[in-house]
């Protein structure tokens, strides 16, 4: 429980602190805590020479977090050398920190027994996060490993459904009765040394072992020994259900603003905790990964292998190219008015590229607010209505920029009157199917980050074209 | 310190549980925690009927963020007058909870005395939240009808930079000499009614109030009276230099997983601590504005008075307007080529289209990248690569297939061949572009997400029309 570095001294990240003599230099940290080129390149050549005390020396002050991106950031052809140099500096901890690629990567190499002493070493959650992608009989190999505790633990939280709150939680937790006093519950703590040391709140449960209520640390210390339990704890709580999807669970600890909460099974009994460490890279992730399926680059993982991120990534591609054929046949019904009057092909692509911007933004603000559950029907119309307004401003603005620039360009009065109607009645197209596209996704229970784009992209672009090169073959030819 | 509810039931969000009586029907909130459009409408209709016992009533069981939100759901105009029925159900946590623009709305009715007390009522960093954005005679009011010791204290997160980390902070914290014992860490804690409730980490700290390490509170409650702090406390810690960045501030909690972290000045004394329910927000909102930079959406916020969004995007519009004309102009310098052959004019839409859509792929990894901190000059050679063979893969395989499609249509061998081999180089274009921008844009200070898209787009709508159309016009024609 006590871990004591050899100097007394913190150690401060970042290089606004020259006064520290244990900050920067050592950690070899920049200032947005980033392992330094210099650093990592010091590692690998004490690894190279096979210099592993060097190695050892180096990276021994480094945090698990930091150990783990060394590890990433190294060549993956010199991962595993820097890993067997290091020892075990790369513990249990290193490696439920490591990119899930890198890992799957570096355990590969490991035997079983070696996997399950790391995975025995972990919270339920992380030794799960562990094992999870393995294939079924590695995975078999490390559970018969375990010892039966263990085992039983990492089983049952398998049994829960990928990404749910039952594959995060953790089994040990601390739950007293109603009737404990706070002197009780101390002493229950002193005495008993097979509790978890780490948690954050102390959970209350009634006879059939269902939470009644939740108290925080701070509050057992502050008060005198014979409060009640009963009469210290908070009786508005927010449960998890334990078959929550990890999402869900994230979403409701940011709202929120939870530590820790309990999670129970569908009979509303306590099965086990989550706390806020183990969700906070999952609300980073949820909120970061949209902009990846927005643009159709699915994990968007830079460890991933590069054959996995082709298909992915030639998926969308080949279905864009779908939609852009669909606006390349509306382009080719005015063939005859392009070869009529050419300067209609350089223009086209204005149009259509404003209502495509146009729609873009109006799409990212959808997809966000849809994400973060702000849309609900209560406010859809409002939103709808909003974003028309402004399309509309935006479109008119735009309009009149083009039509007088072109009119100053060209002196083609026709022609810019033409080119101002399209580009304002594009910019409503893409004001509408911005909104109304990931809206009805989201009602279909379709994910609108993933498919809107290409909705609104085929609208903007199919009917950008039809406009502009209508207009014009009404009013020019 | 306790809050008791009518009922001994907990209340458990969401359908999945129907066997909970308290559950979903009354507190009003569907499976994502959104407030069902009918309980806001019952809300609504009583405050209309001016009926305020009613809506109370409603409300009452709400979560204080729920309350927040059914605010902000409630439309612009009704939203005055929810607030004056519900009274002091809206308290200084809803206020806290609500967006900034909402806020700002309800908040500028209310006399400054009235603020003050929401204001005293709250943490340092809520209060100072609240009152950051009013206009400066408003907040001076504000500080004027607080007391000396709120008001200093605000004052004084005022003073660091917006964003700061001395602004999120708050000064209550519990801080010991590393000599004392677990137990006369109790009896302080039980003696002094004064200090916050609401901690997680006990700080020890040394005669000039530097912090030398930090006990989790659950380690002071599962260890003997007679243990000294300086044999609990983990003396590896991650402080937090007050003038830092919150965004940082916000990766190194997700980074190192901490629940609070102390605040040290620039001499290293500690002069406050932040908690992970304050940065949560934060690093959810963080990780989810690339997608509205990228886009050009600025914030992005639903709530913001429609002319501010307008003149945001419009100014990203007509940037990208810039970019249009100029990949409008490449196209103008074919215009015979198109007038020969005007199948050409509908084709190079598909070129450009494919280029921009592989370069947006390449962008969106490239910038959540480095916005996680995860590129370095150790690996940003081996992202070009990565990125290079991944564009040169799906150009070839995009190519071939656009090759093989037009010839089946058109029957042109030359044609099909051009259109194949632009393809392919637009799309080594935009895997280059993709990767070389941000990373340039980012070494270079400047934020990539904001910037990239124009950049890119230039390129791959530019290059992708003189490429097909150059090579058209030197072997079509």
Request: negative net charge; contains cysteine; charged residues 20%.
């Amino acid at each position: 429980m006590s871990e004591r570095g050899d100097s007394a001294e913190p150690l401060i990240h970042g290089e606004e602190f020259d006064t520290s003599p244990t900050g920067q230099a050592e950690t070899g940290l920049d200032e947005d805590d980033r392992l330094k080129p210099a650093f990592l390149n010091a590692v690998l050549d004490a690894v190279e020479d096979g210099d592993s005390e060097r190695a050892r020396d180096l990276v021994s002050p480094l945090h698990p977090a930091d150990i783990a991106d060394l590890l990433e950031l190294a060549p993956a052809e010199r991962r595993g050398a820097v890993a067997a140099a290091l020892g075990d500096l790369v513990g249990a901890e290193v490696l439920s920190e490591l990119n899930d690629y890198v890992r799957e990567d570096l355990i590969g190499d490991l035997a079983p027994e070696q996997v399950a002493e790391f995975a025995a070493e972990l919270d339920t959650d992380d030794a799960v996060a562990m094992i999870e992608d393995m294939e079924e009989a590695d995975q078999q190999a490390v559970l018969d490993a375990l010892d039966p505790e263990d085992r039983a633990a990492i089983q049952s939280a398998l049994s829960y459904p990928e990404e749910s709150a039952g594959r995060l939680m953790q089994r040990d937790l601390v739950a007293v009765p109603e009737h404990m006093t706070v002197g009780q519950v101390i002493d229950y703590l002193r005495d008993n040394d097979d509790l978890t040391r780490d948690f954050w709140e102390i959970f209350v449960v009634d006879a059939a072992h269902k939470p009644i209520g939740t108290c925080q640390l701070s509050w057992v210390l502050t008060c005198p020994r014979g409060i009640a339990m009963a009469d210290l704890m908070r009786r508005e709580q927010t449960l998890i259900p334990v078959d929550m999807d990890q999402e869900e669970v994230a979403l409701r600890f940011q709202k929120y603003a939870l530590i820790s909460a309990a999670v129970v099974d569908a009979g509303g009994r306590l099965v086990g905790m989550i706390t806020v460490d183990d969700v906070v890279h999952i609300i980073a992730e949820e909120a970061g990964e949209d902009i990846l399926r927005l643009s159709g680059a699915g994990e968007g993982d830079i460890n991933q292998p590069i054959l996995m991120t082709v298909r992915t990534r030639l998926v969308w591609l080949v279905v864009n190219l779908g939609t852009a054929m669909i606006a390349a046949s509306v382009v080719g019904l005015f063939e005859k008015t392009i070869e009529h009057l050419a300067l209609l092909a350089a223009l086209m692509g204005i149009v259509s590229g404003m209502g495509g911007n146009a729609g873009t933004q109006t799409l990212a603000v959808m997809v966000r607010a849809i994400a973060t559950n702000q849309v609900t029907s209560s406010n859809t119309w409002r939103m709808i209505v909003r974003e028309f307004r402004i399309a509309v401003t935006n479109g008119s603005v735009l309009g009149v920029l083009i039509g007088i620039g072109s009119y100053l360009i060209y002196g083609q009065p026709g022609l810019s009157l033409v080119f101002a109607t399209a580009i304002l009645l594009n910019n409503m197209v893409a004001g509408l199917a911005g909104v109304l596209i990931p809206v009805t996704l989201d009602r279909s229970n379709i994910d609108p980050a993933v498919s809107s784009a290409v909705f609104v992209t085929m609208m903007t672009d199919s009917l950008g074209f039809l406009t502009f090169l209508g207009l014009a073959t009404i009013f020019l030819t």
